[in-house]
């Protein structure tokens, strides 16, 4: 039997006139109704507020105003869904399903990875960035030859310009231009003992510049580049725990609004004017040349990482879900065939 959850309050008129629709639709597609008063529960209530009712039913998530022709909708293609299922597995059950199907190496390998698709990505990520900071770890032990390699791998990804830079085991945990005005901190051309109108201005005579005992050595990801990877990280880290939960925010996909106005905005904002205020002097009377500053890379790109990452997750999650009833099925196929 189908369950629809309705998310409710009471004295809600829109609320009332949902429930009247499911009900006159019971003779159309059978459903049971499941309601929640988003007021019994504070957090239901901070995330719902006065946007009721919500109602979820499979993988449809319906919000207020609903009308009775979204309602039969999605109920008549949660019925579909499941009597297609229904369907297939009668056939495997009575023995009617077509002989030689096998359950292929490469099959396992997409069935393990649709189980385990997230700890993959977080593991991969962990790897990427802990690869990054162990360059800067390999230089200061005197391994030049693996750091060398490290910072040349990643240099395919990243600018790695210094003064955009981590640093390790130096002085200063970054070294910025003078033409980013950051008080009581020295810049990376008096680090090193050059004029910020000379070389330190030839962007990729300075790109390889990977440090030194005093100034520290640098991460081989720039700063805006680690905040995008740890926060992407740290999202994938708390959706292993409450994916299964689609009553959490958390859990189900940023609206792509909110993507563009606090992930992709910020970023371009900051990264775009630098960029052109740089590169386009004519430009200069119009947009002055700015250089942005640690927090502000920082800023941008973890906004950017935690909401692609929120953007993305829930429904690439729901896309193995699906990839994983298929390869249910055809185990299942399978197993009878070898069986007979």
């Known amino acids: 039997m189908i369950e629809v959850t ?15 629709d499911l009900n006159s639709l019971q003779a159309v597609v059978p459903h049971i109704v499941k309601q929640i008063d988003v007021d019994s529960d504070p957090k239901l209530q901070k995330e719902y507020g006065f946007n009721v009712p919500v109602l979820m039913v499979g993988p449809y998530r319906l919000k207020a105003p609903i009308l009775r022709q979204d309602l039969e909708i999605a109920l008549r293609a949660v019925k579909q869904r499941d009597d297609q299922e229904a369907a297939i597995s009668a056939d495997l059950e009575n023995g009617r399903i077509p002989l030689g199907v096998v ?32 360059a800067p770890i390999l230089a200061k032990v005197g391994a030049t030859a693996p ?40 810049s990376f051309s008096q680090a090193i003992g050059l004029s910020e109108s000379g070389d330190v201005d030839t962007i990729w005579l300075v790109r390889t510049y990977e440090g030194g005992q ?18 992407i990280l740290a999202y994938g880290l708390i959706f ?3 994916r299964k939960d689609r009553r959490n925010i ?78 249910d099925r055809k185990r299942k196929y399978a197993g009878l065939t070898k069986k007979a």
């Not at 008129?13 to 429930?19: D, F, G, R, S, W």
């Not at 119009?286 to 640690?294: G, H, K, Y």
């Not at 935690?306 to 429904?315: H, M, R, V």
């Open 240 to 242: 292993a725990v409450i």
């Open 147 to 186: 750091a060398e390699a490290l910072y040349r791998m990643y240099s395919f990804a990243c600018h790695q310009l210094p003064y955009r830079s981590w640093f390790l085991f130096g002085e200063q945990l970054y070294y910025p231009r003078e033409a980013a005005h950051i008080q009581n901190v020295l």
């Open 250 to 327: 958390l859990a189900r996909p940023l609206h792509w609004t909110i993507w563009i106005l606090l992930g992709i905005l910020p970023i371009g904002l900051d990264g775009g004017t630098q960029l052109v205020s740089q590169f386009i002097p004519a430009l200069n009377s119009i947009l002055p040349f700015r250089e942005s500053t640690p927090f502000l890379r920082t800023l941008t790109g973890a906004l950017f990482g935690l909401t692609s990452a929120w953007f993305a997750y829930p429904i690439v999650d729901e896309s193995f879900e699906d990839s994983l009833q298929i390869f």
């Open 214 to 231: 005093q100034i520290g050595y640098k991460v081989a990801l720039c700063q805006r580049d680690v905040a995008i990877y740890a926060s």
């Open 103 to 134: 359950w292929t190496k490469m099959d396992q390998f997409s069935y393990d990875l649709s189980h385990h698709y997230l700890a993959f990505f977080n593991g991969l990520i962990i790897v990427y960035l802990g690869l990054a900071f162990l």
């Open 6 to 20: 309705v998310f409710t309050r009471a004295d809600c008129h829109l609320c009332e006139q949902a429930l009247a």
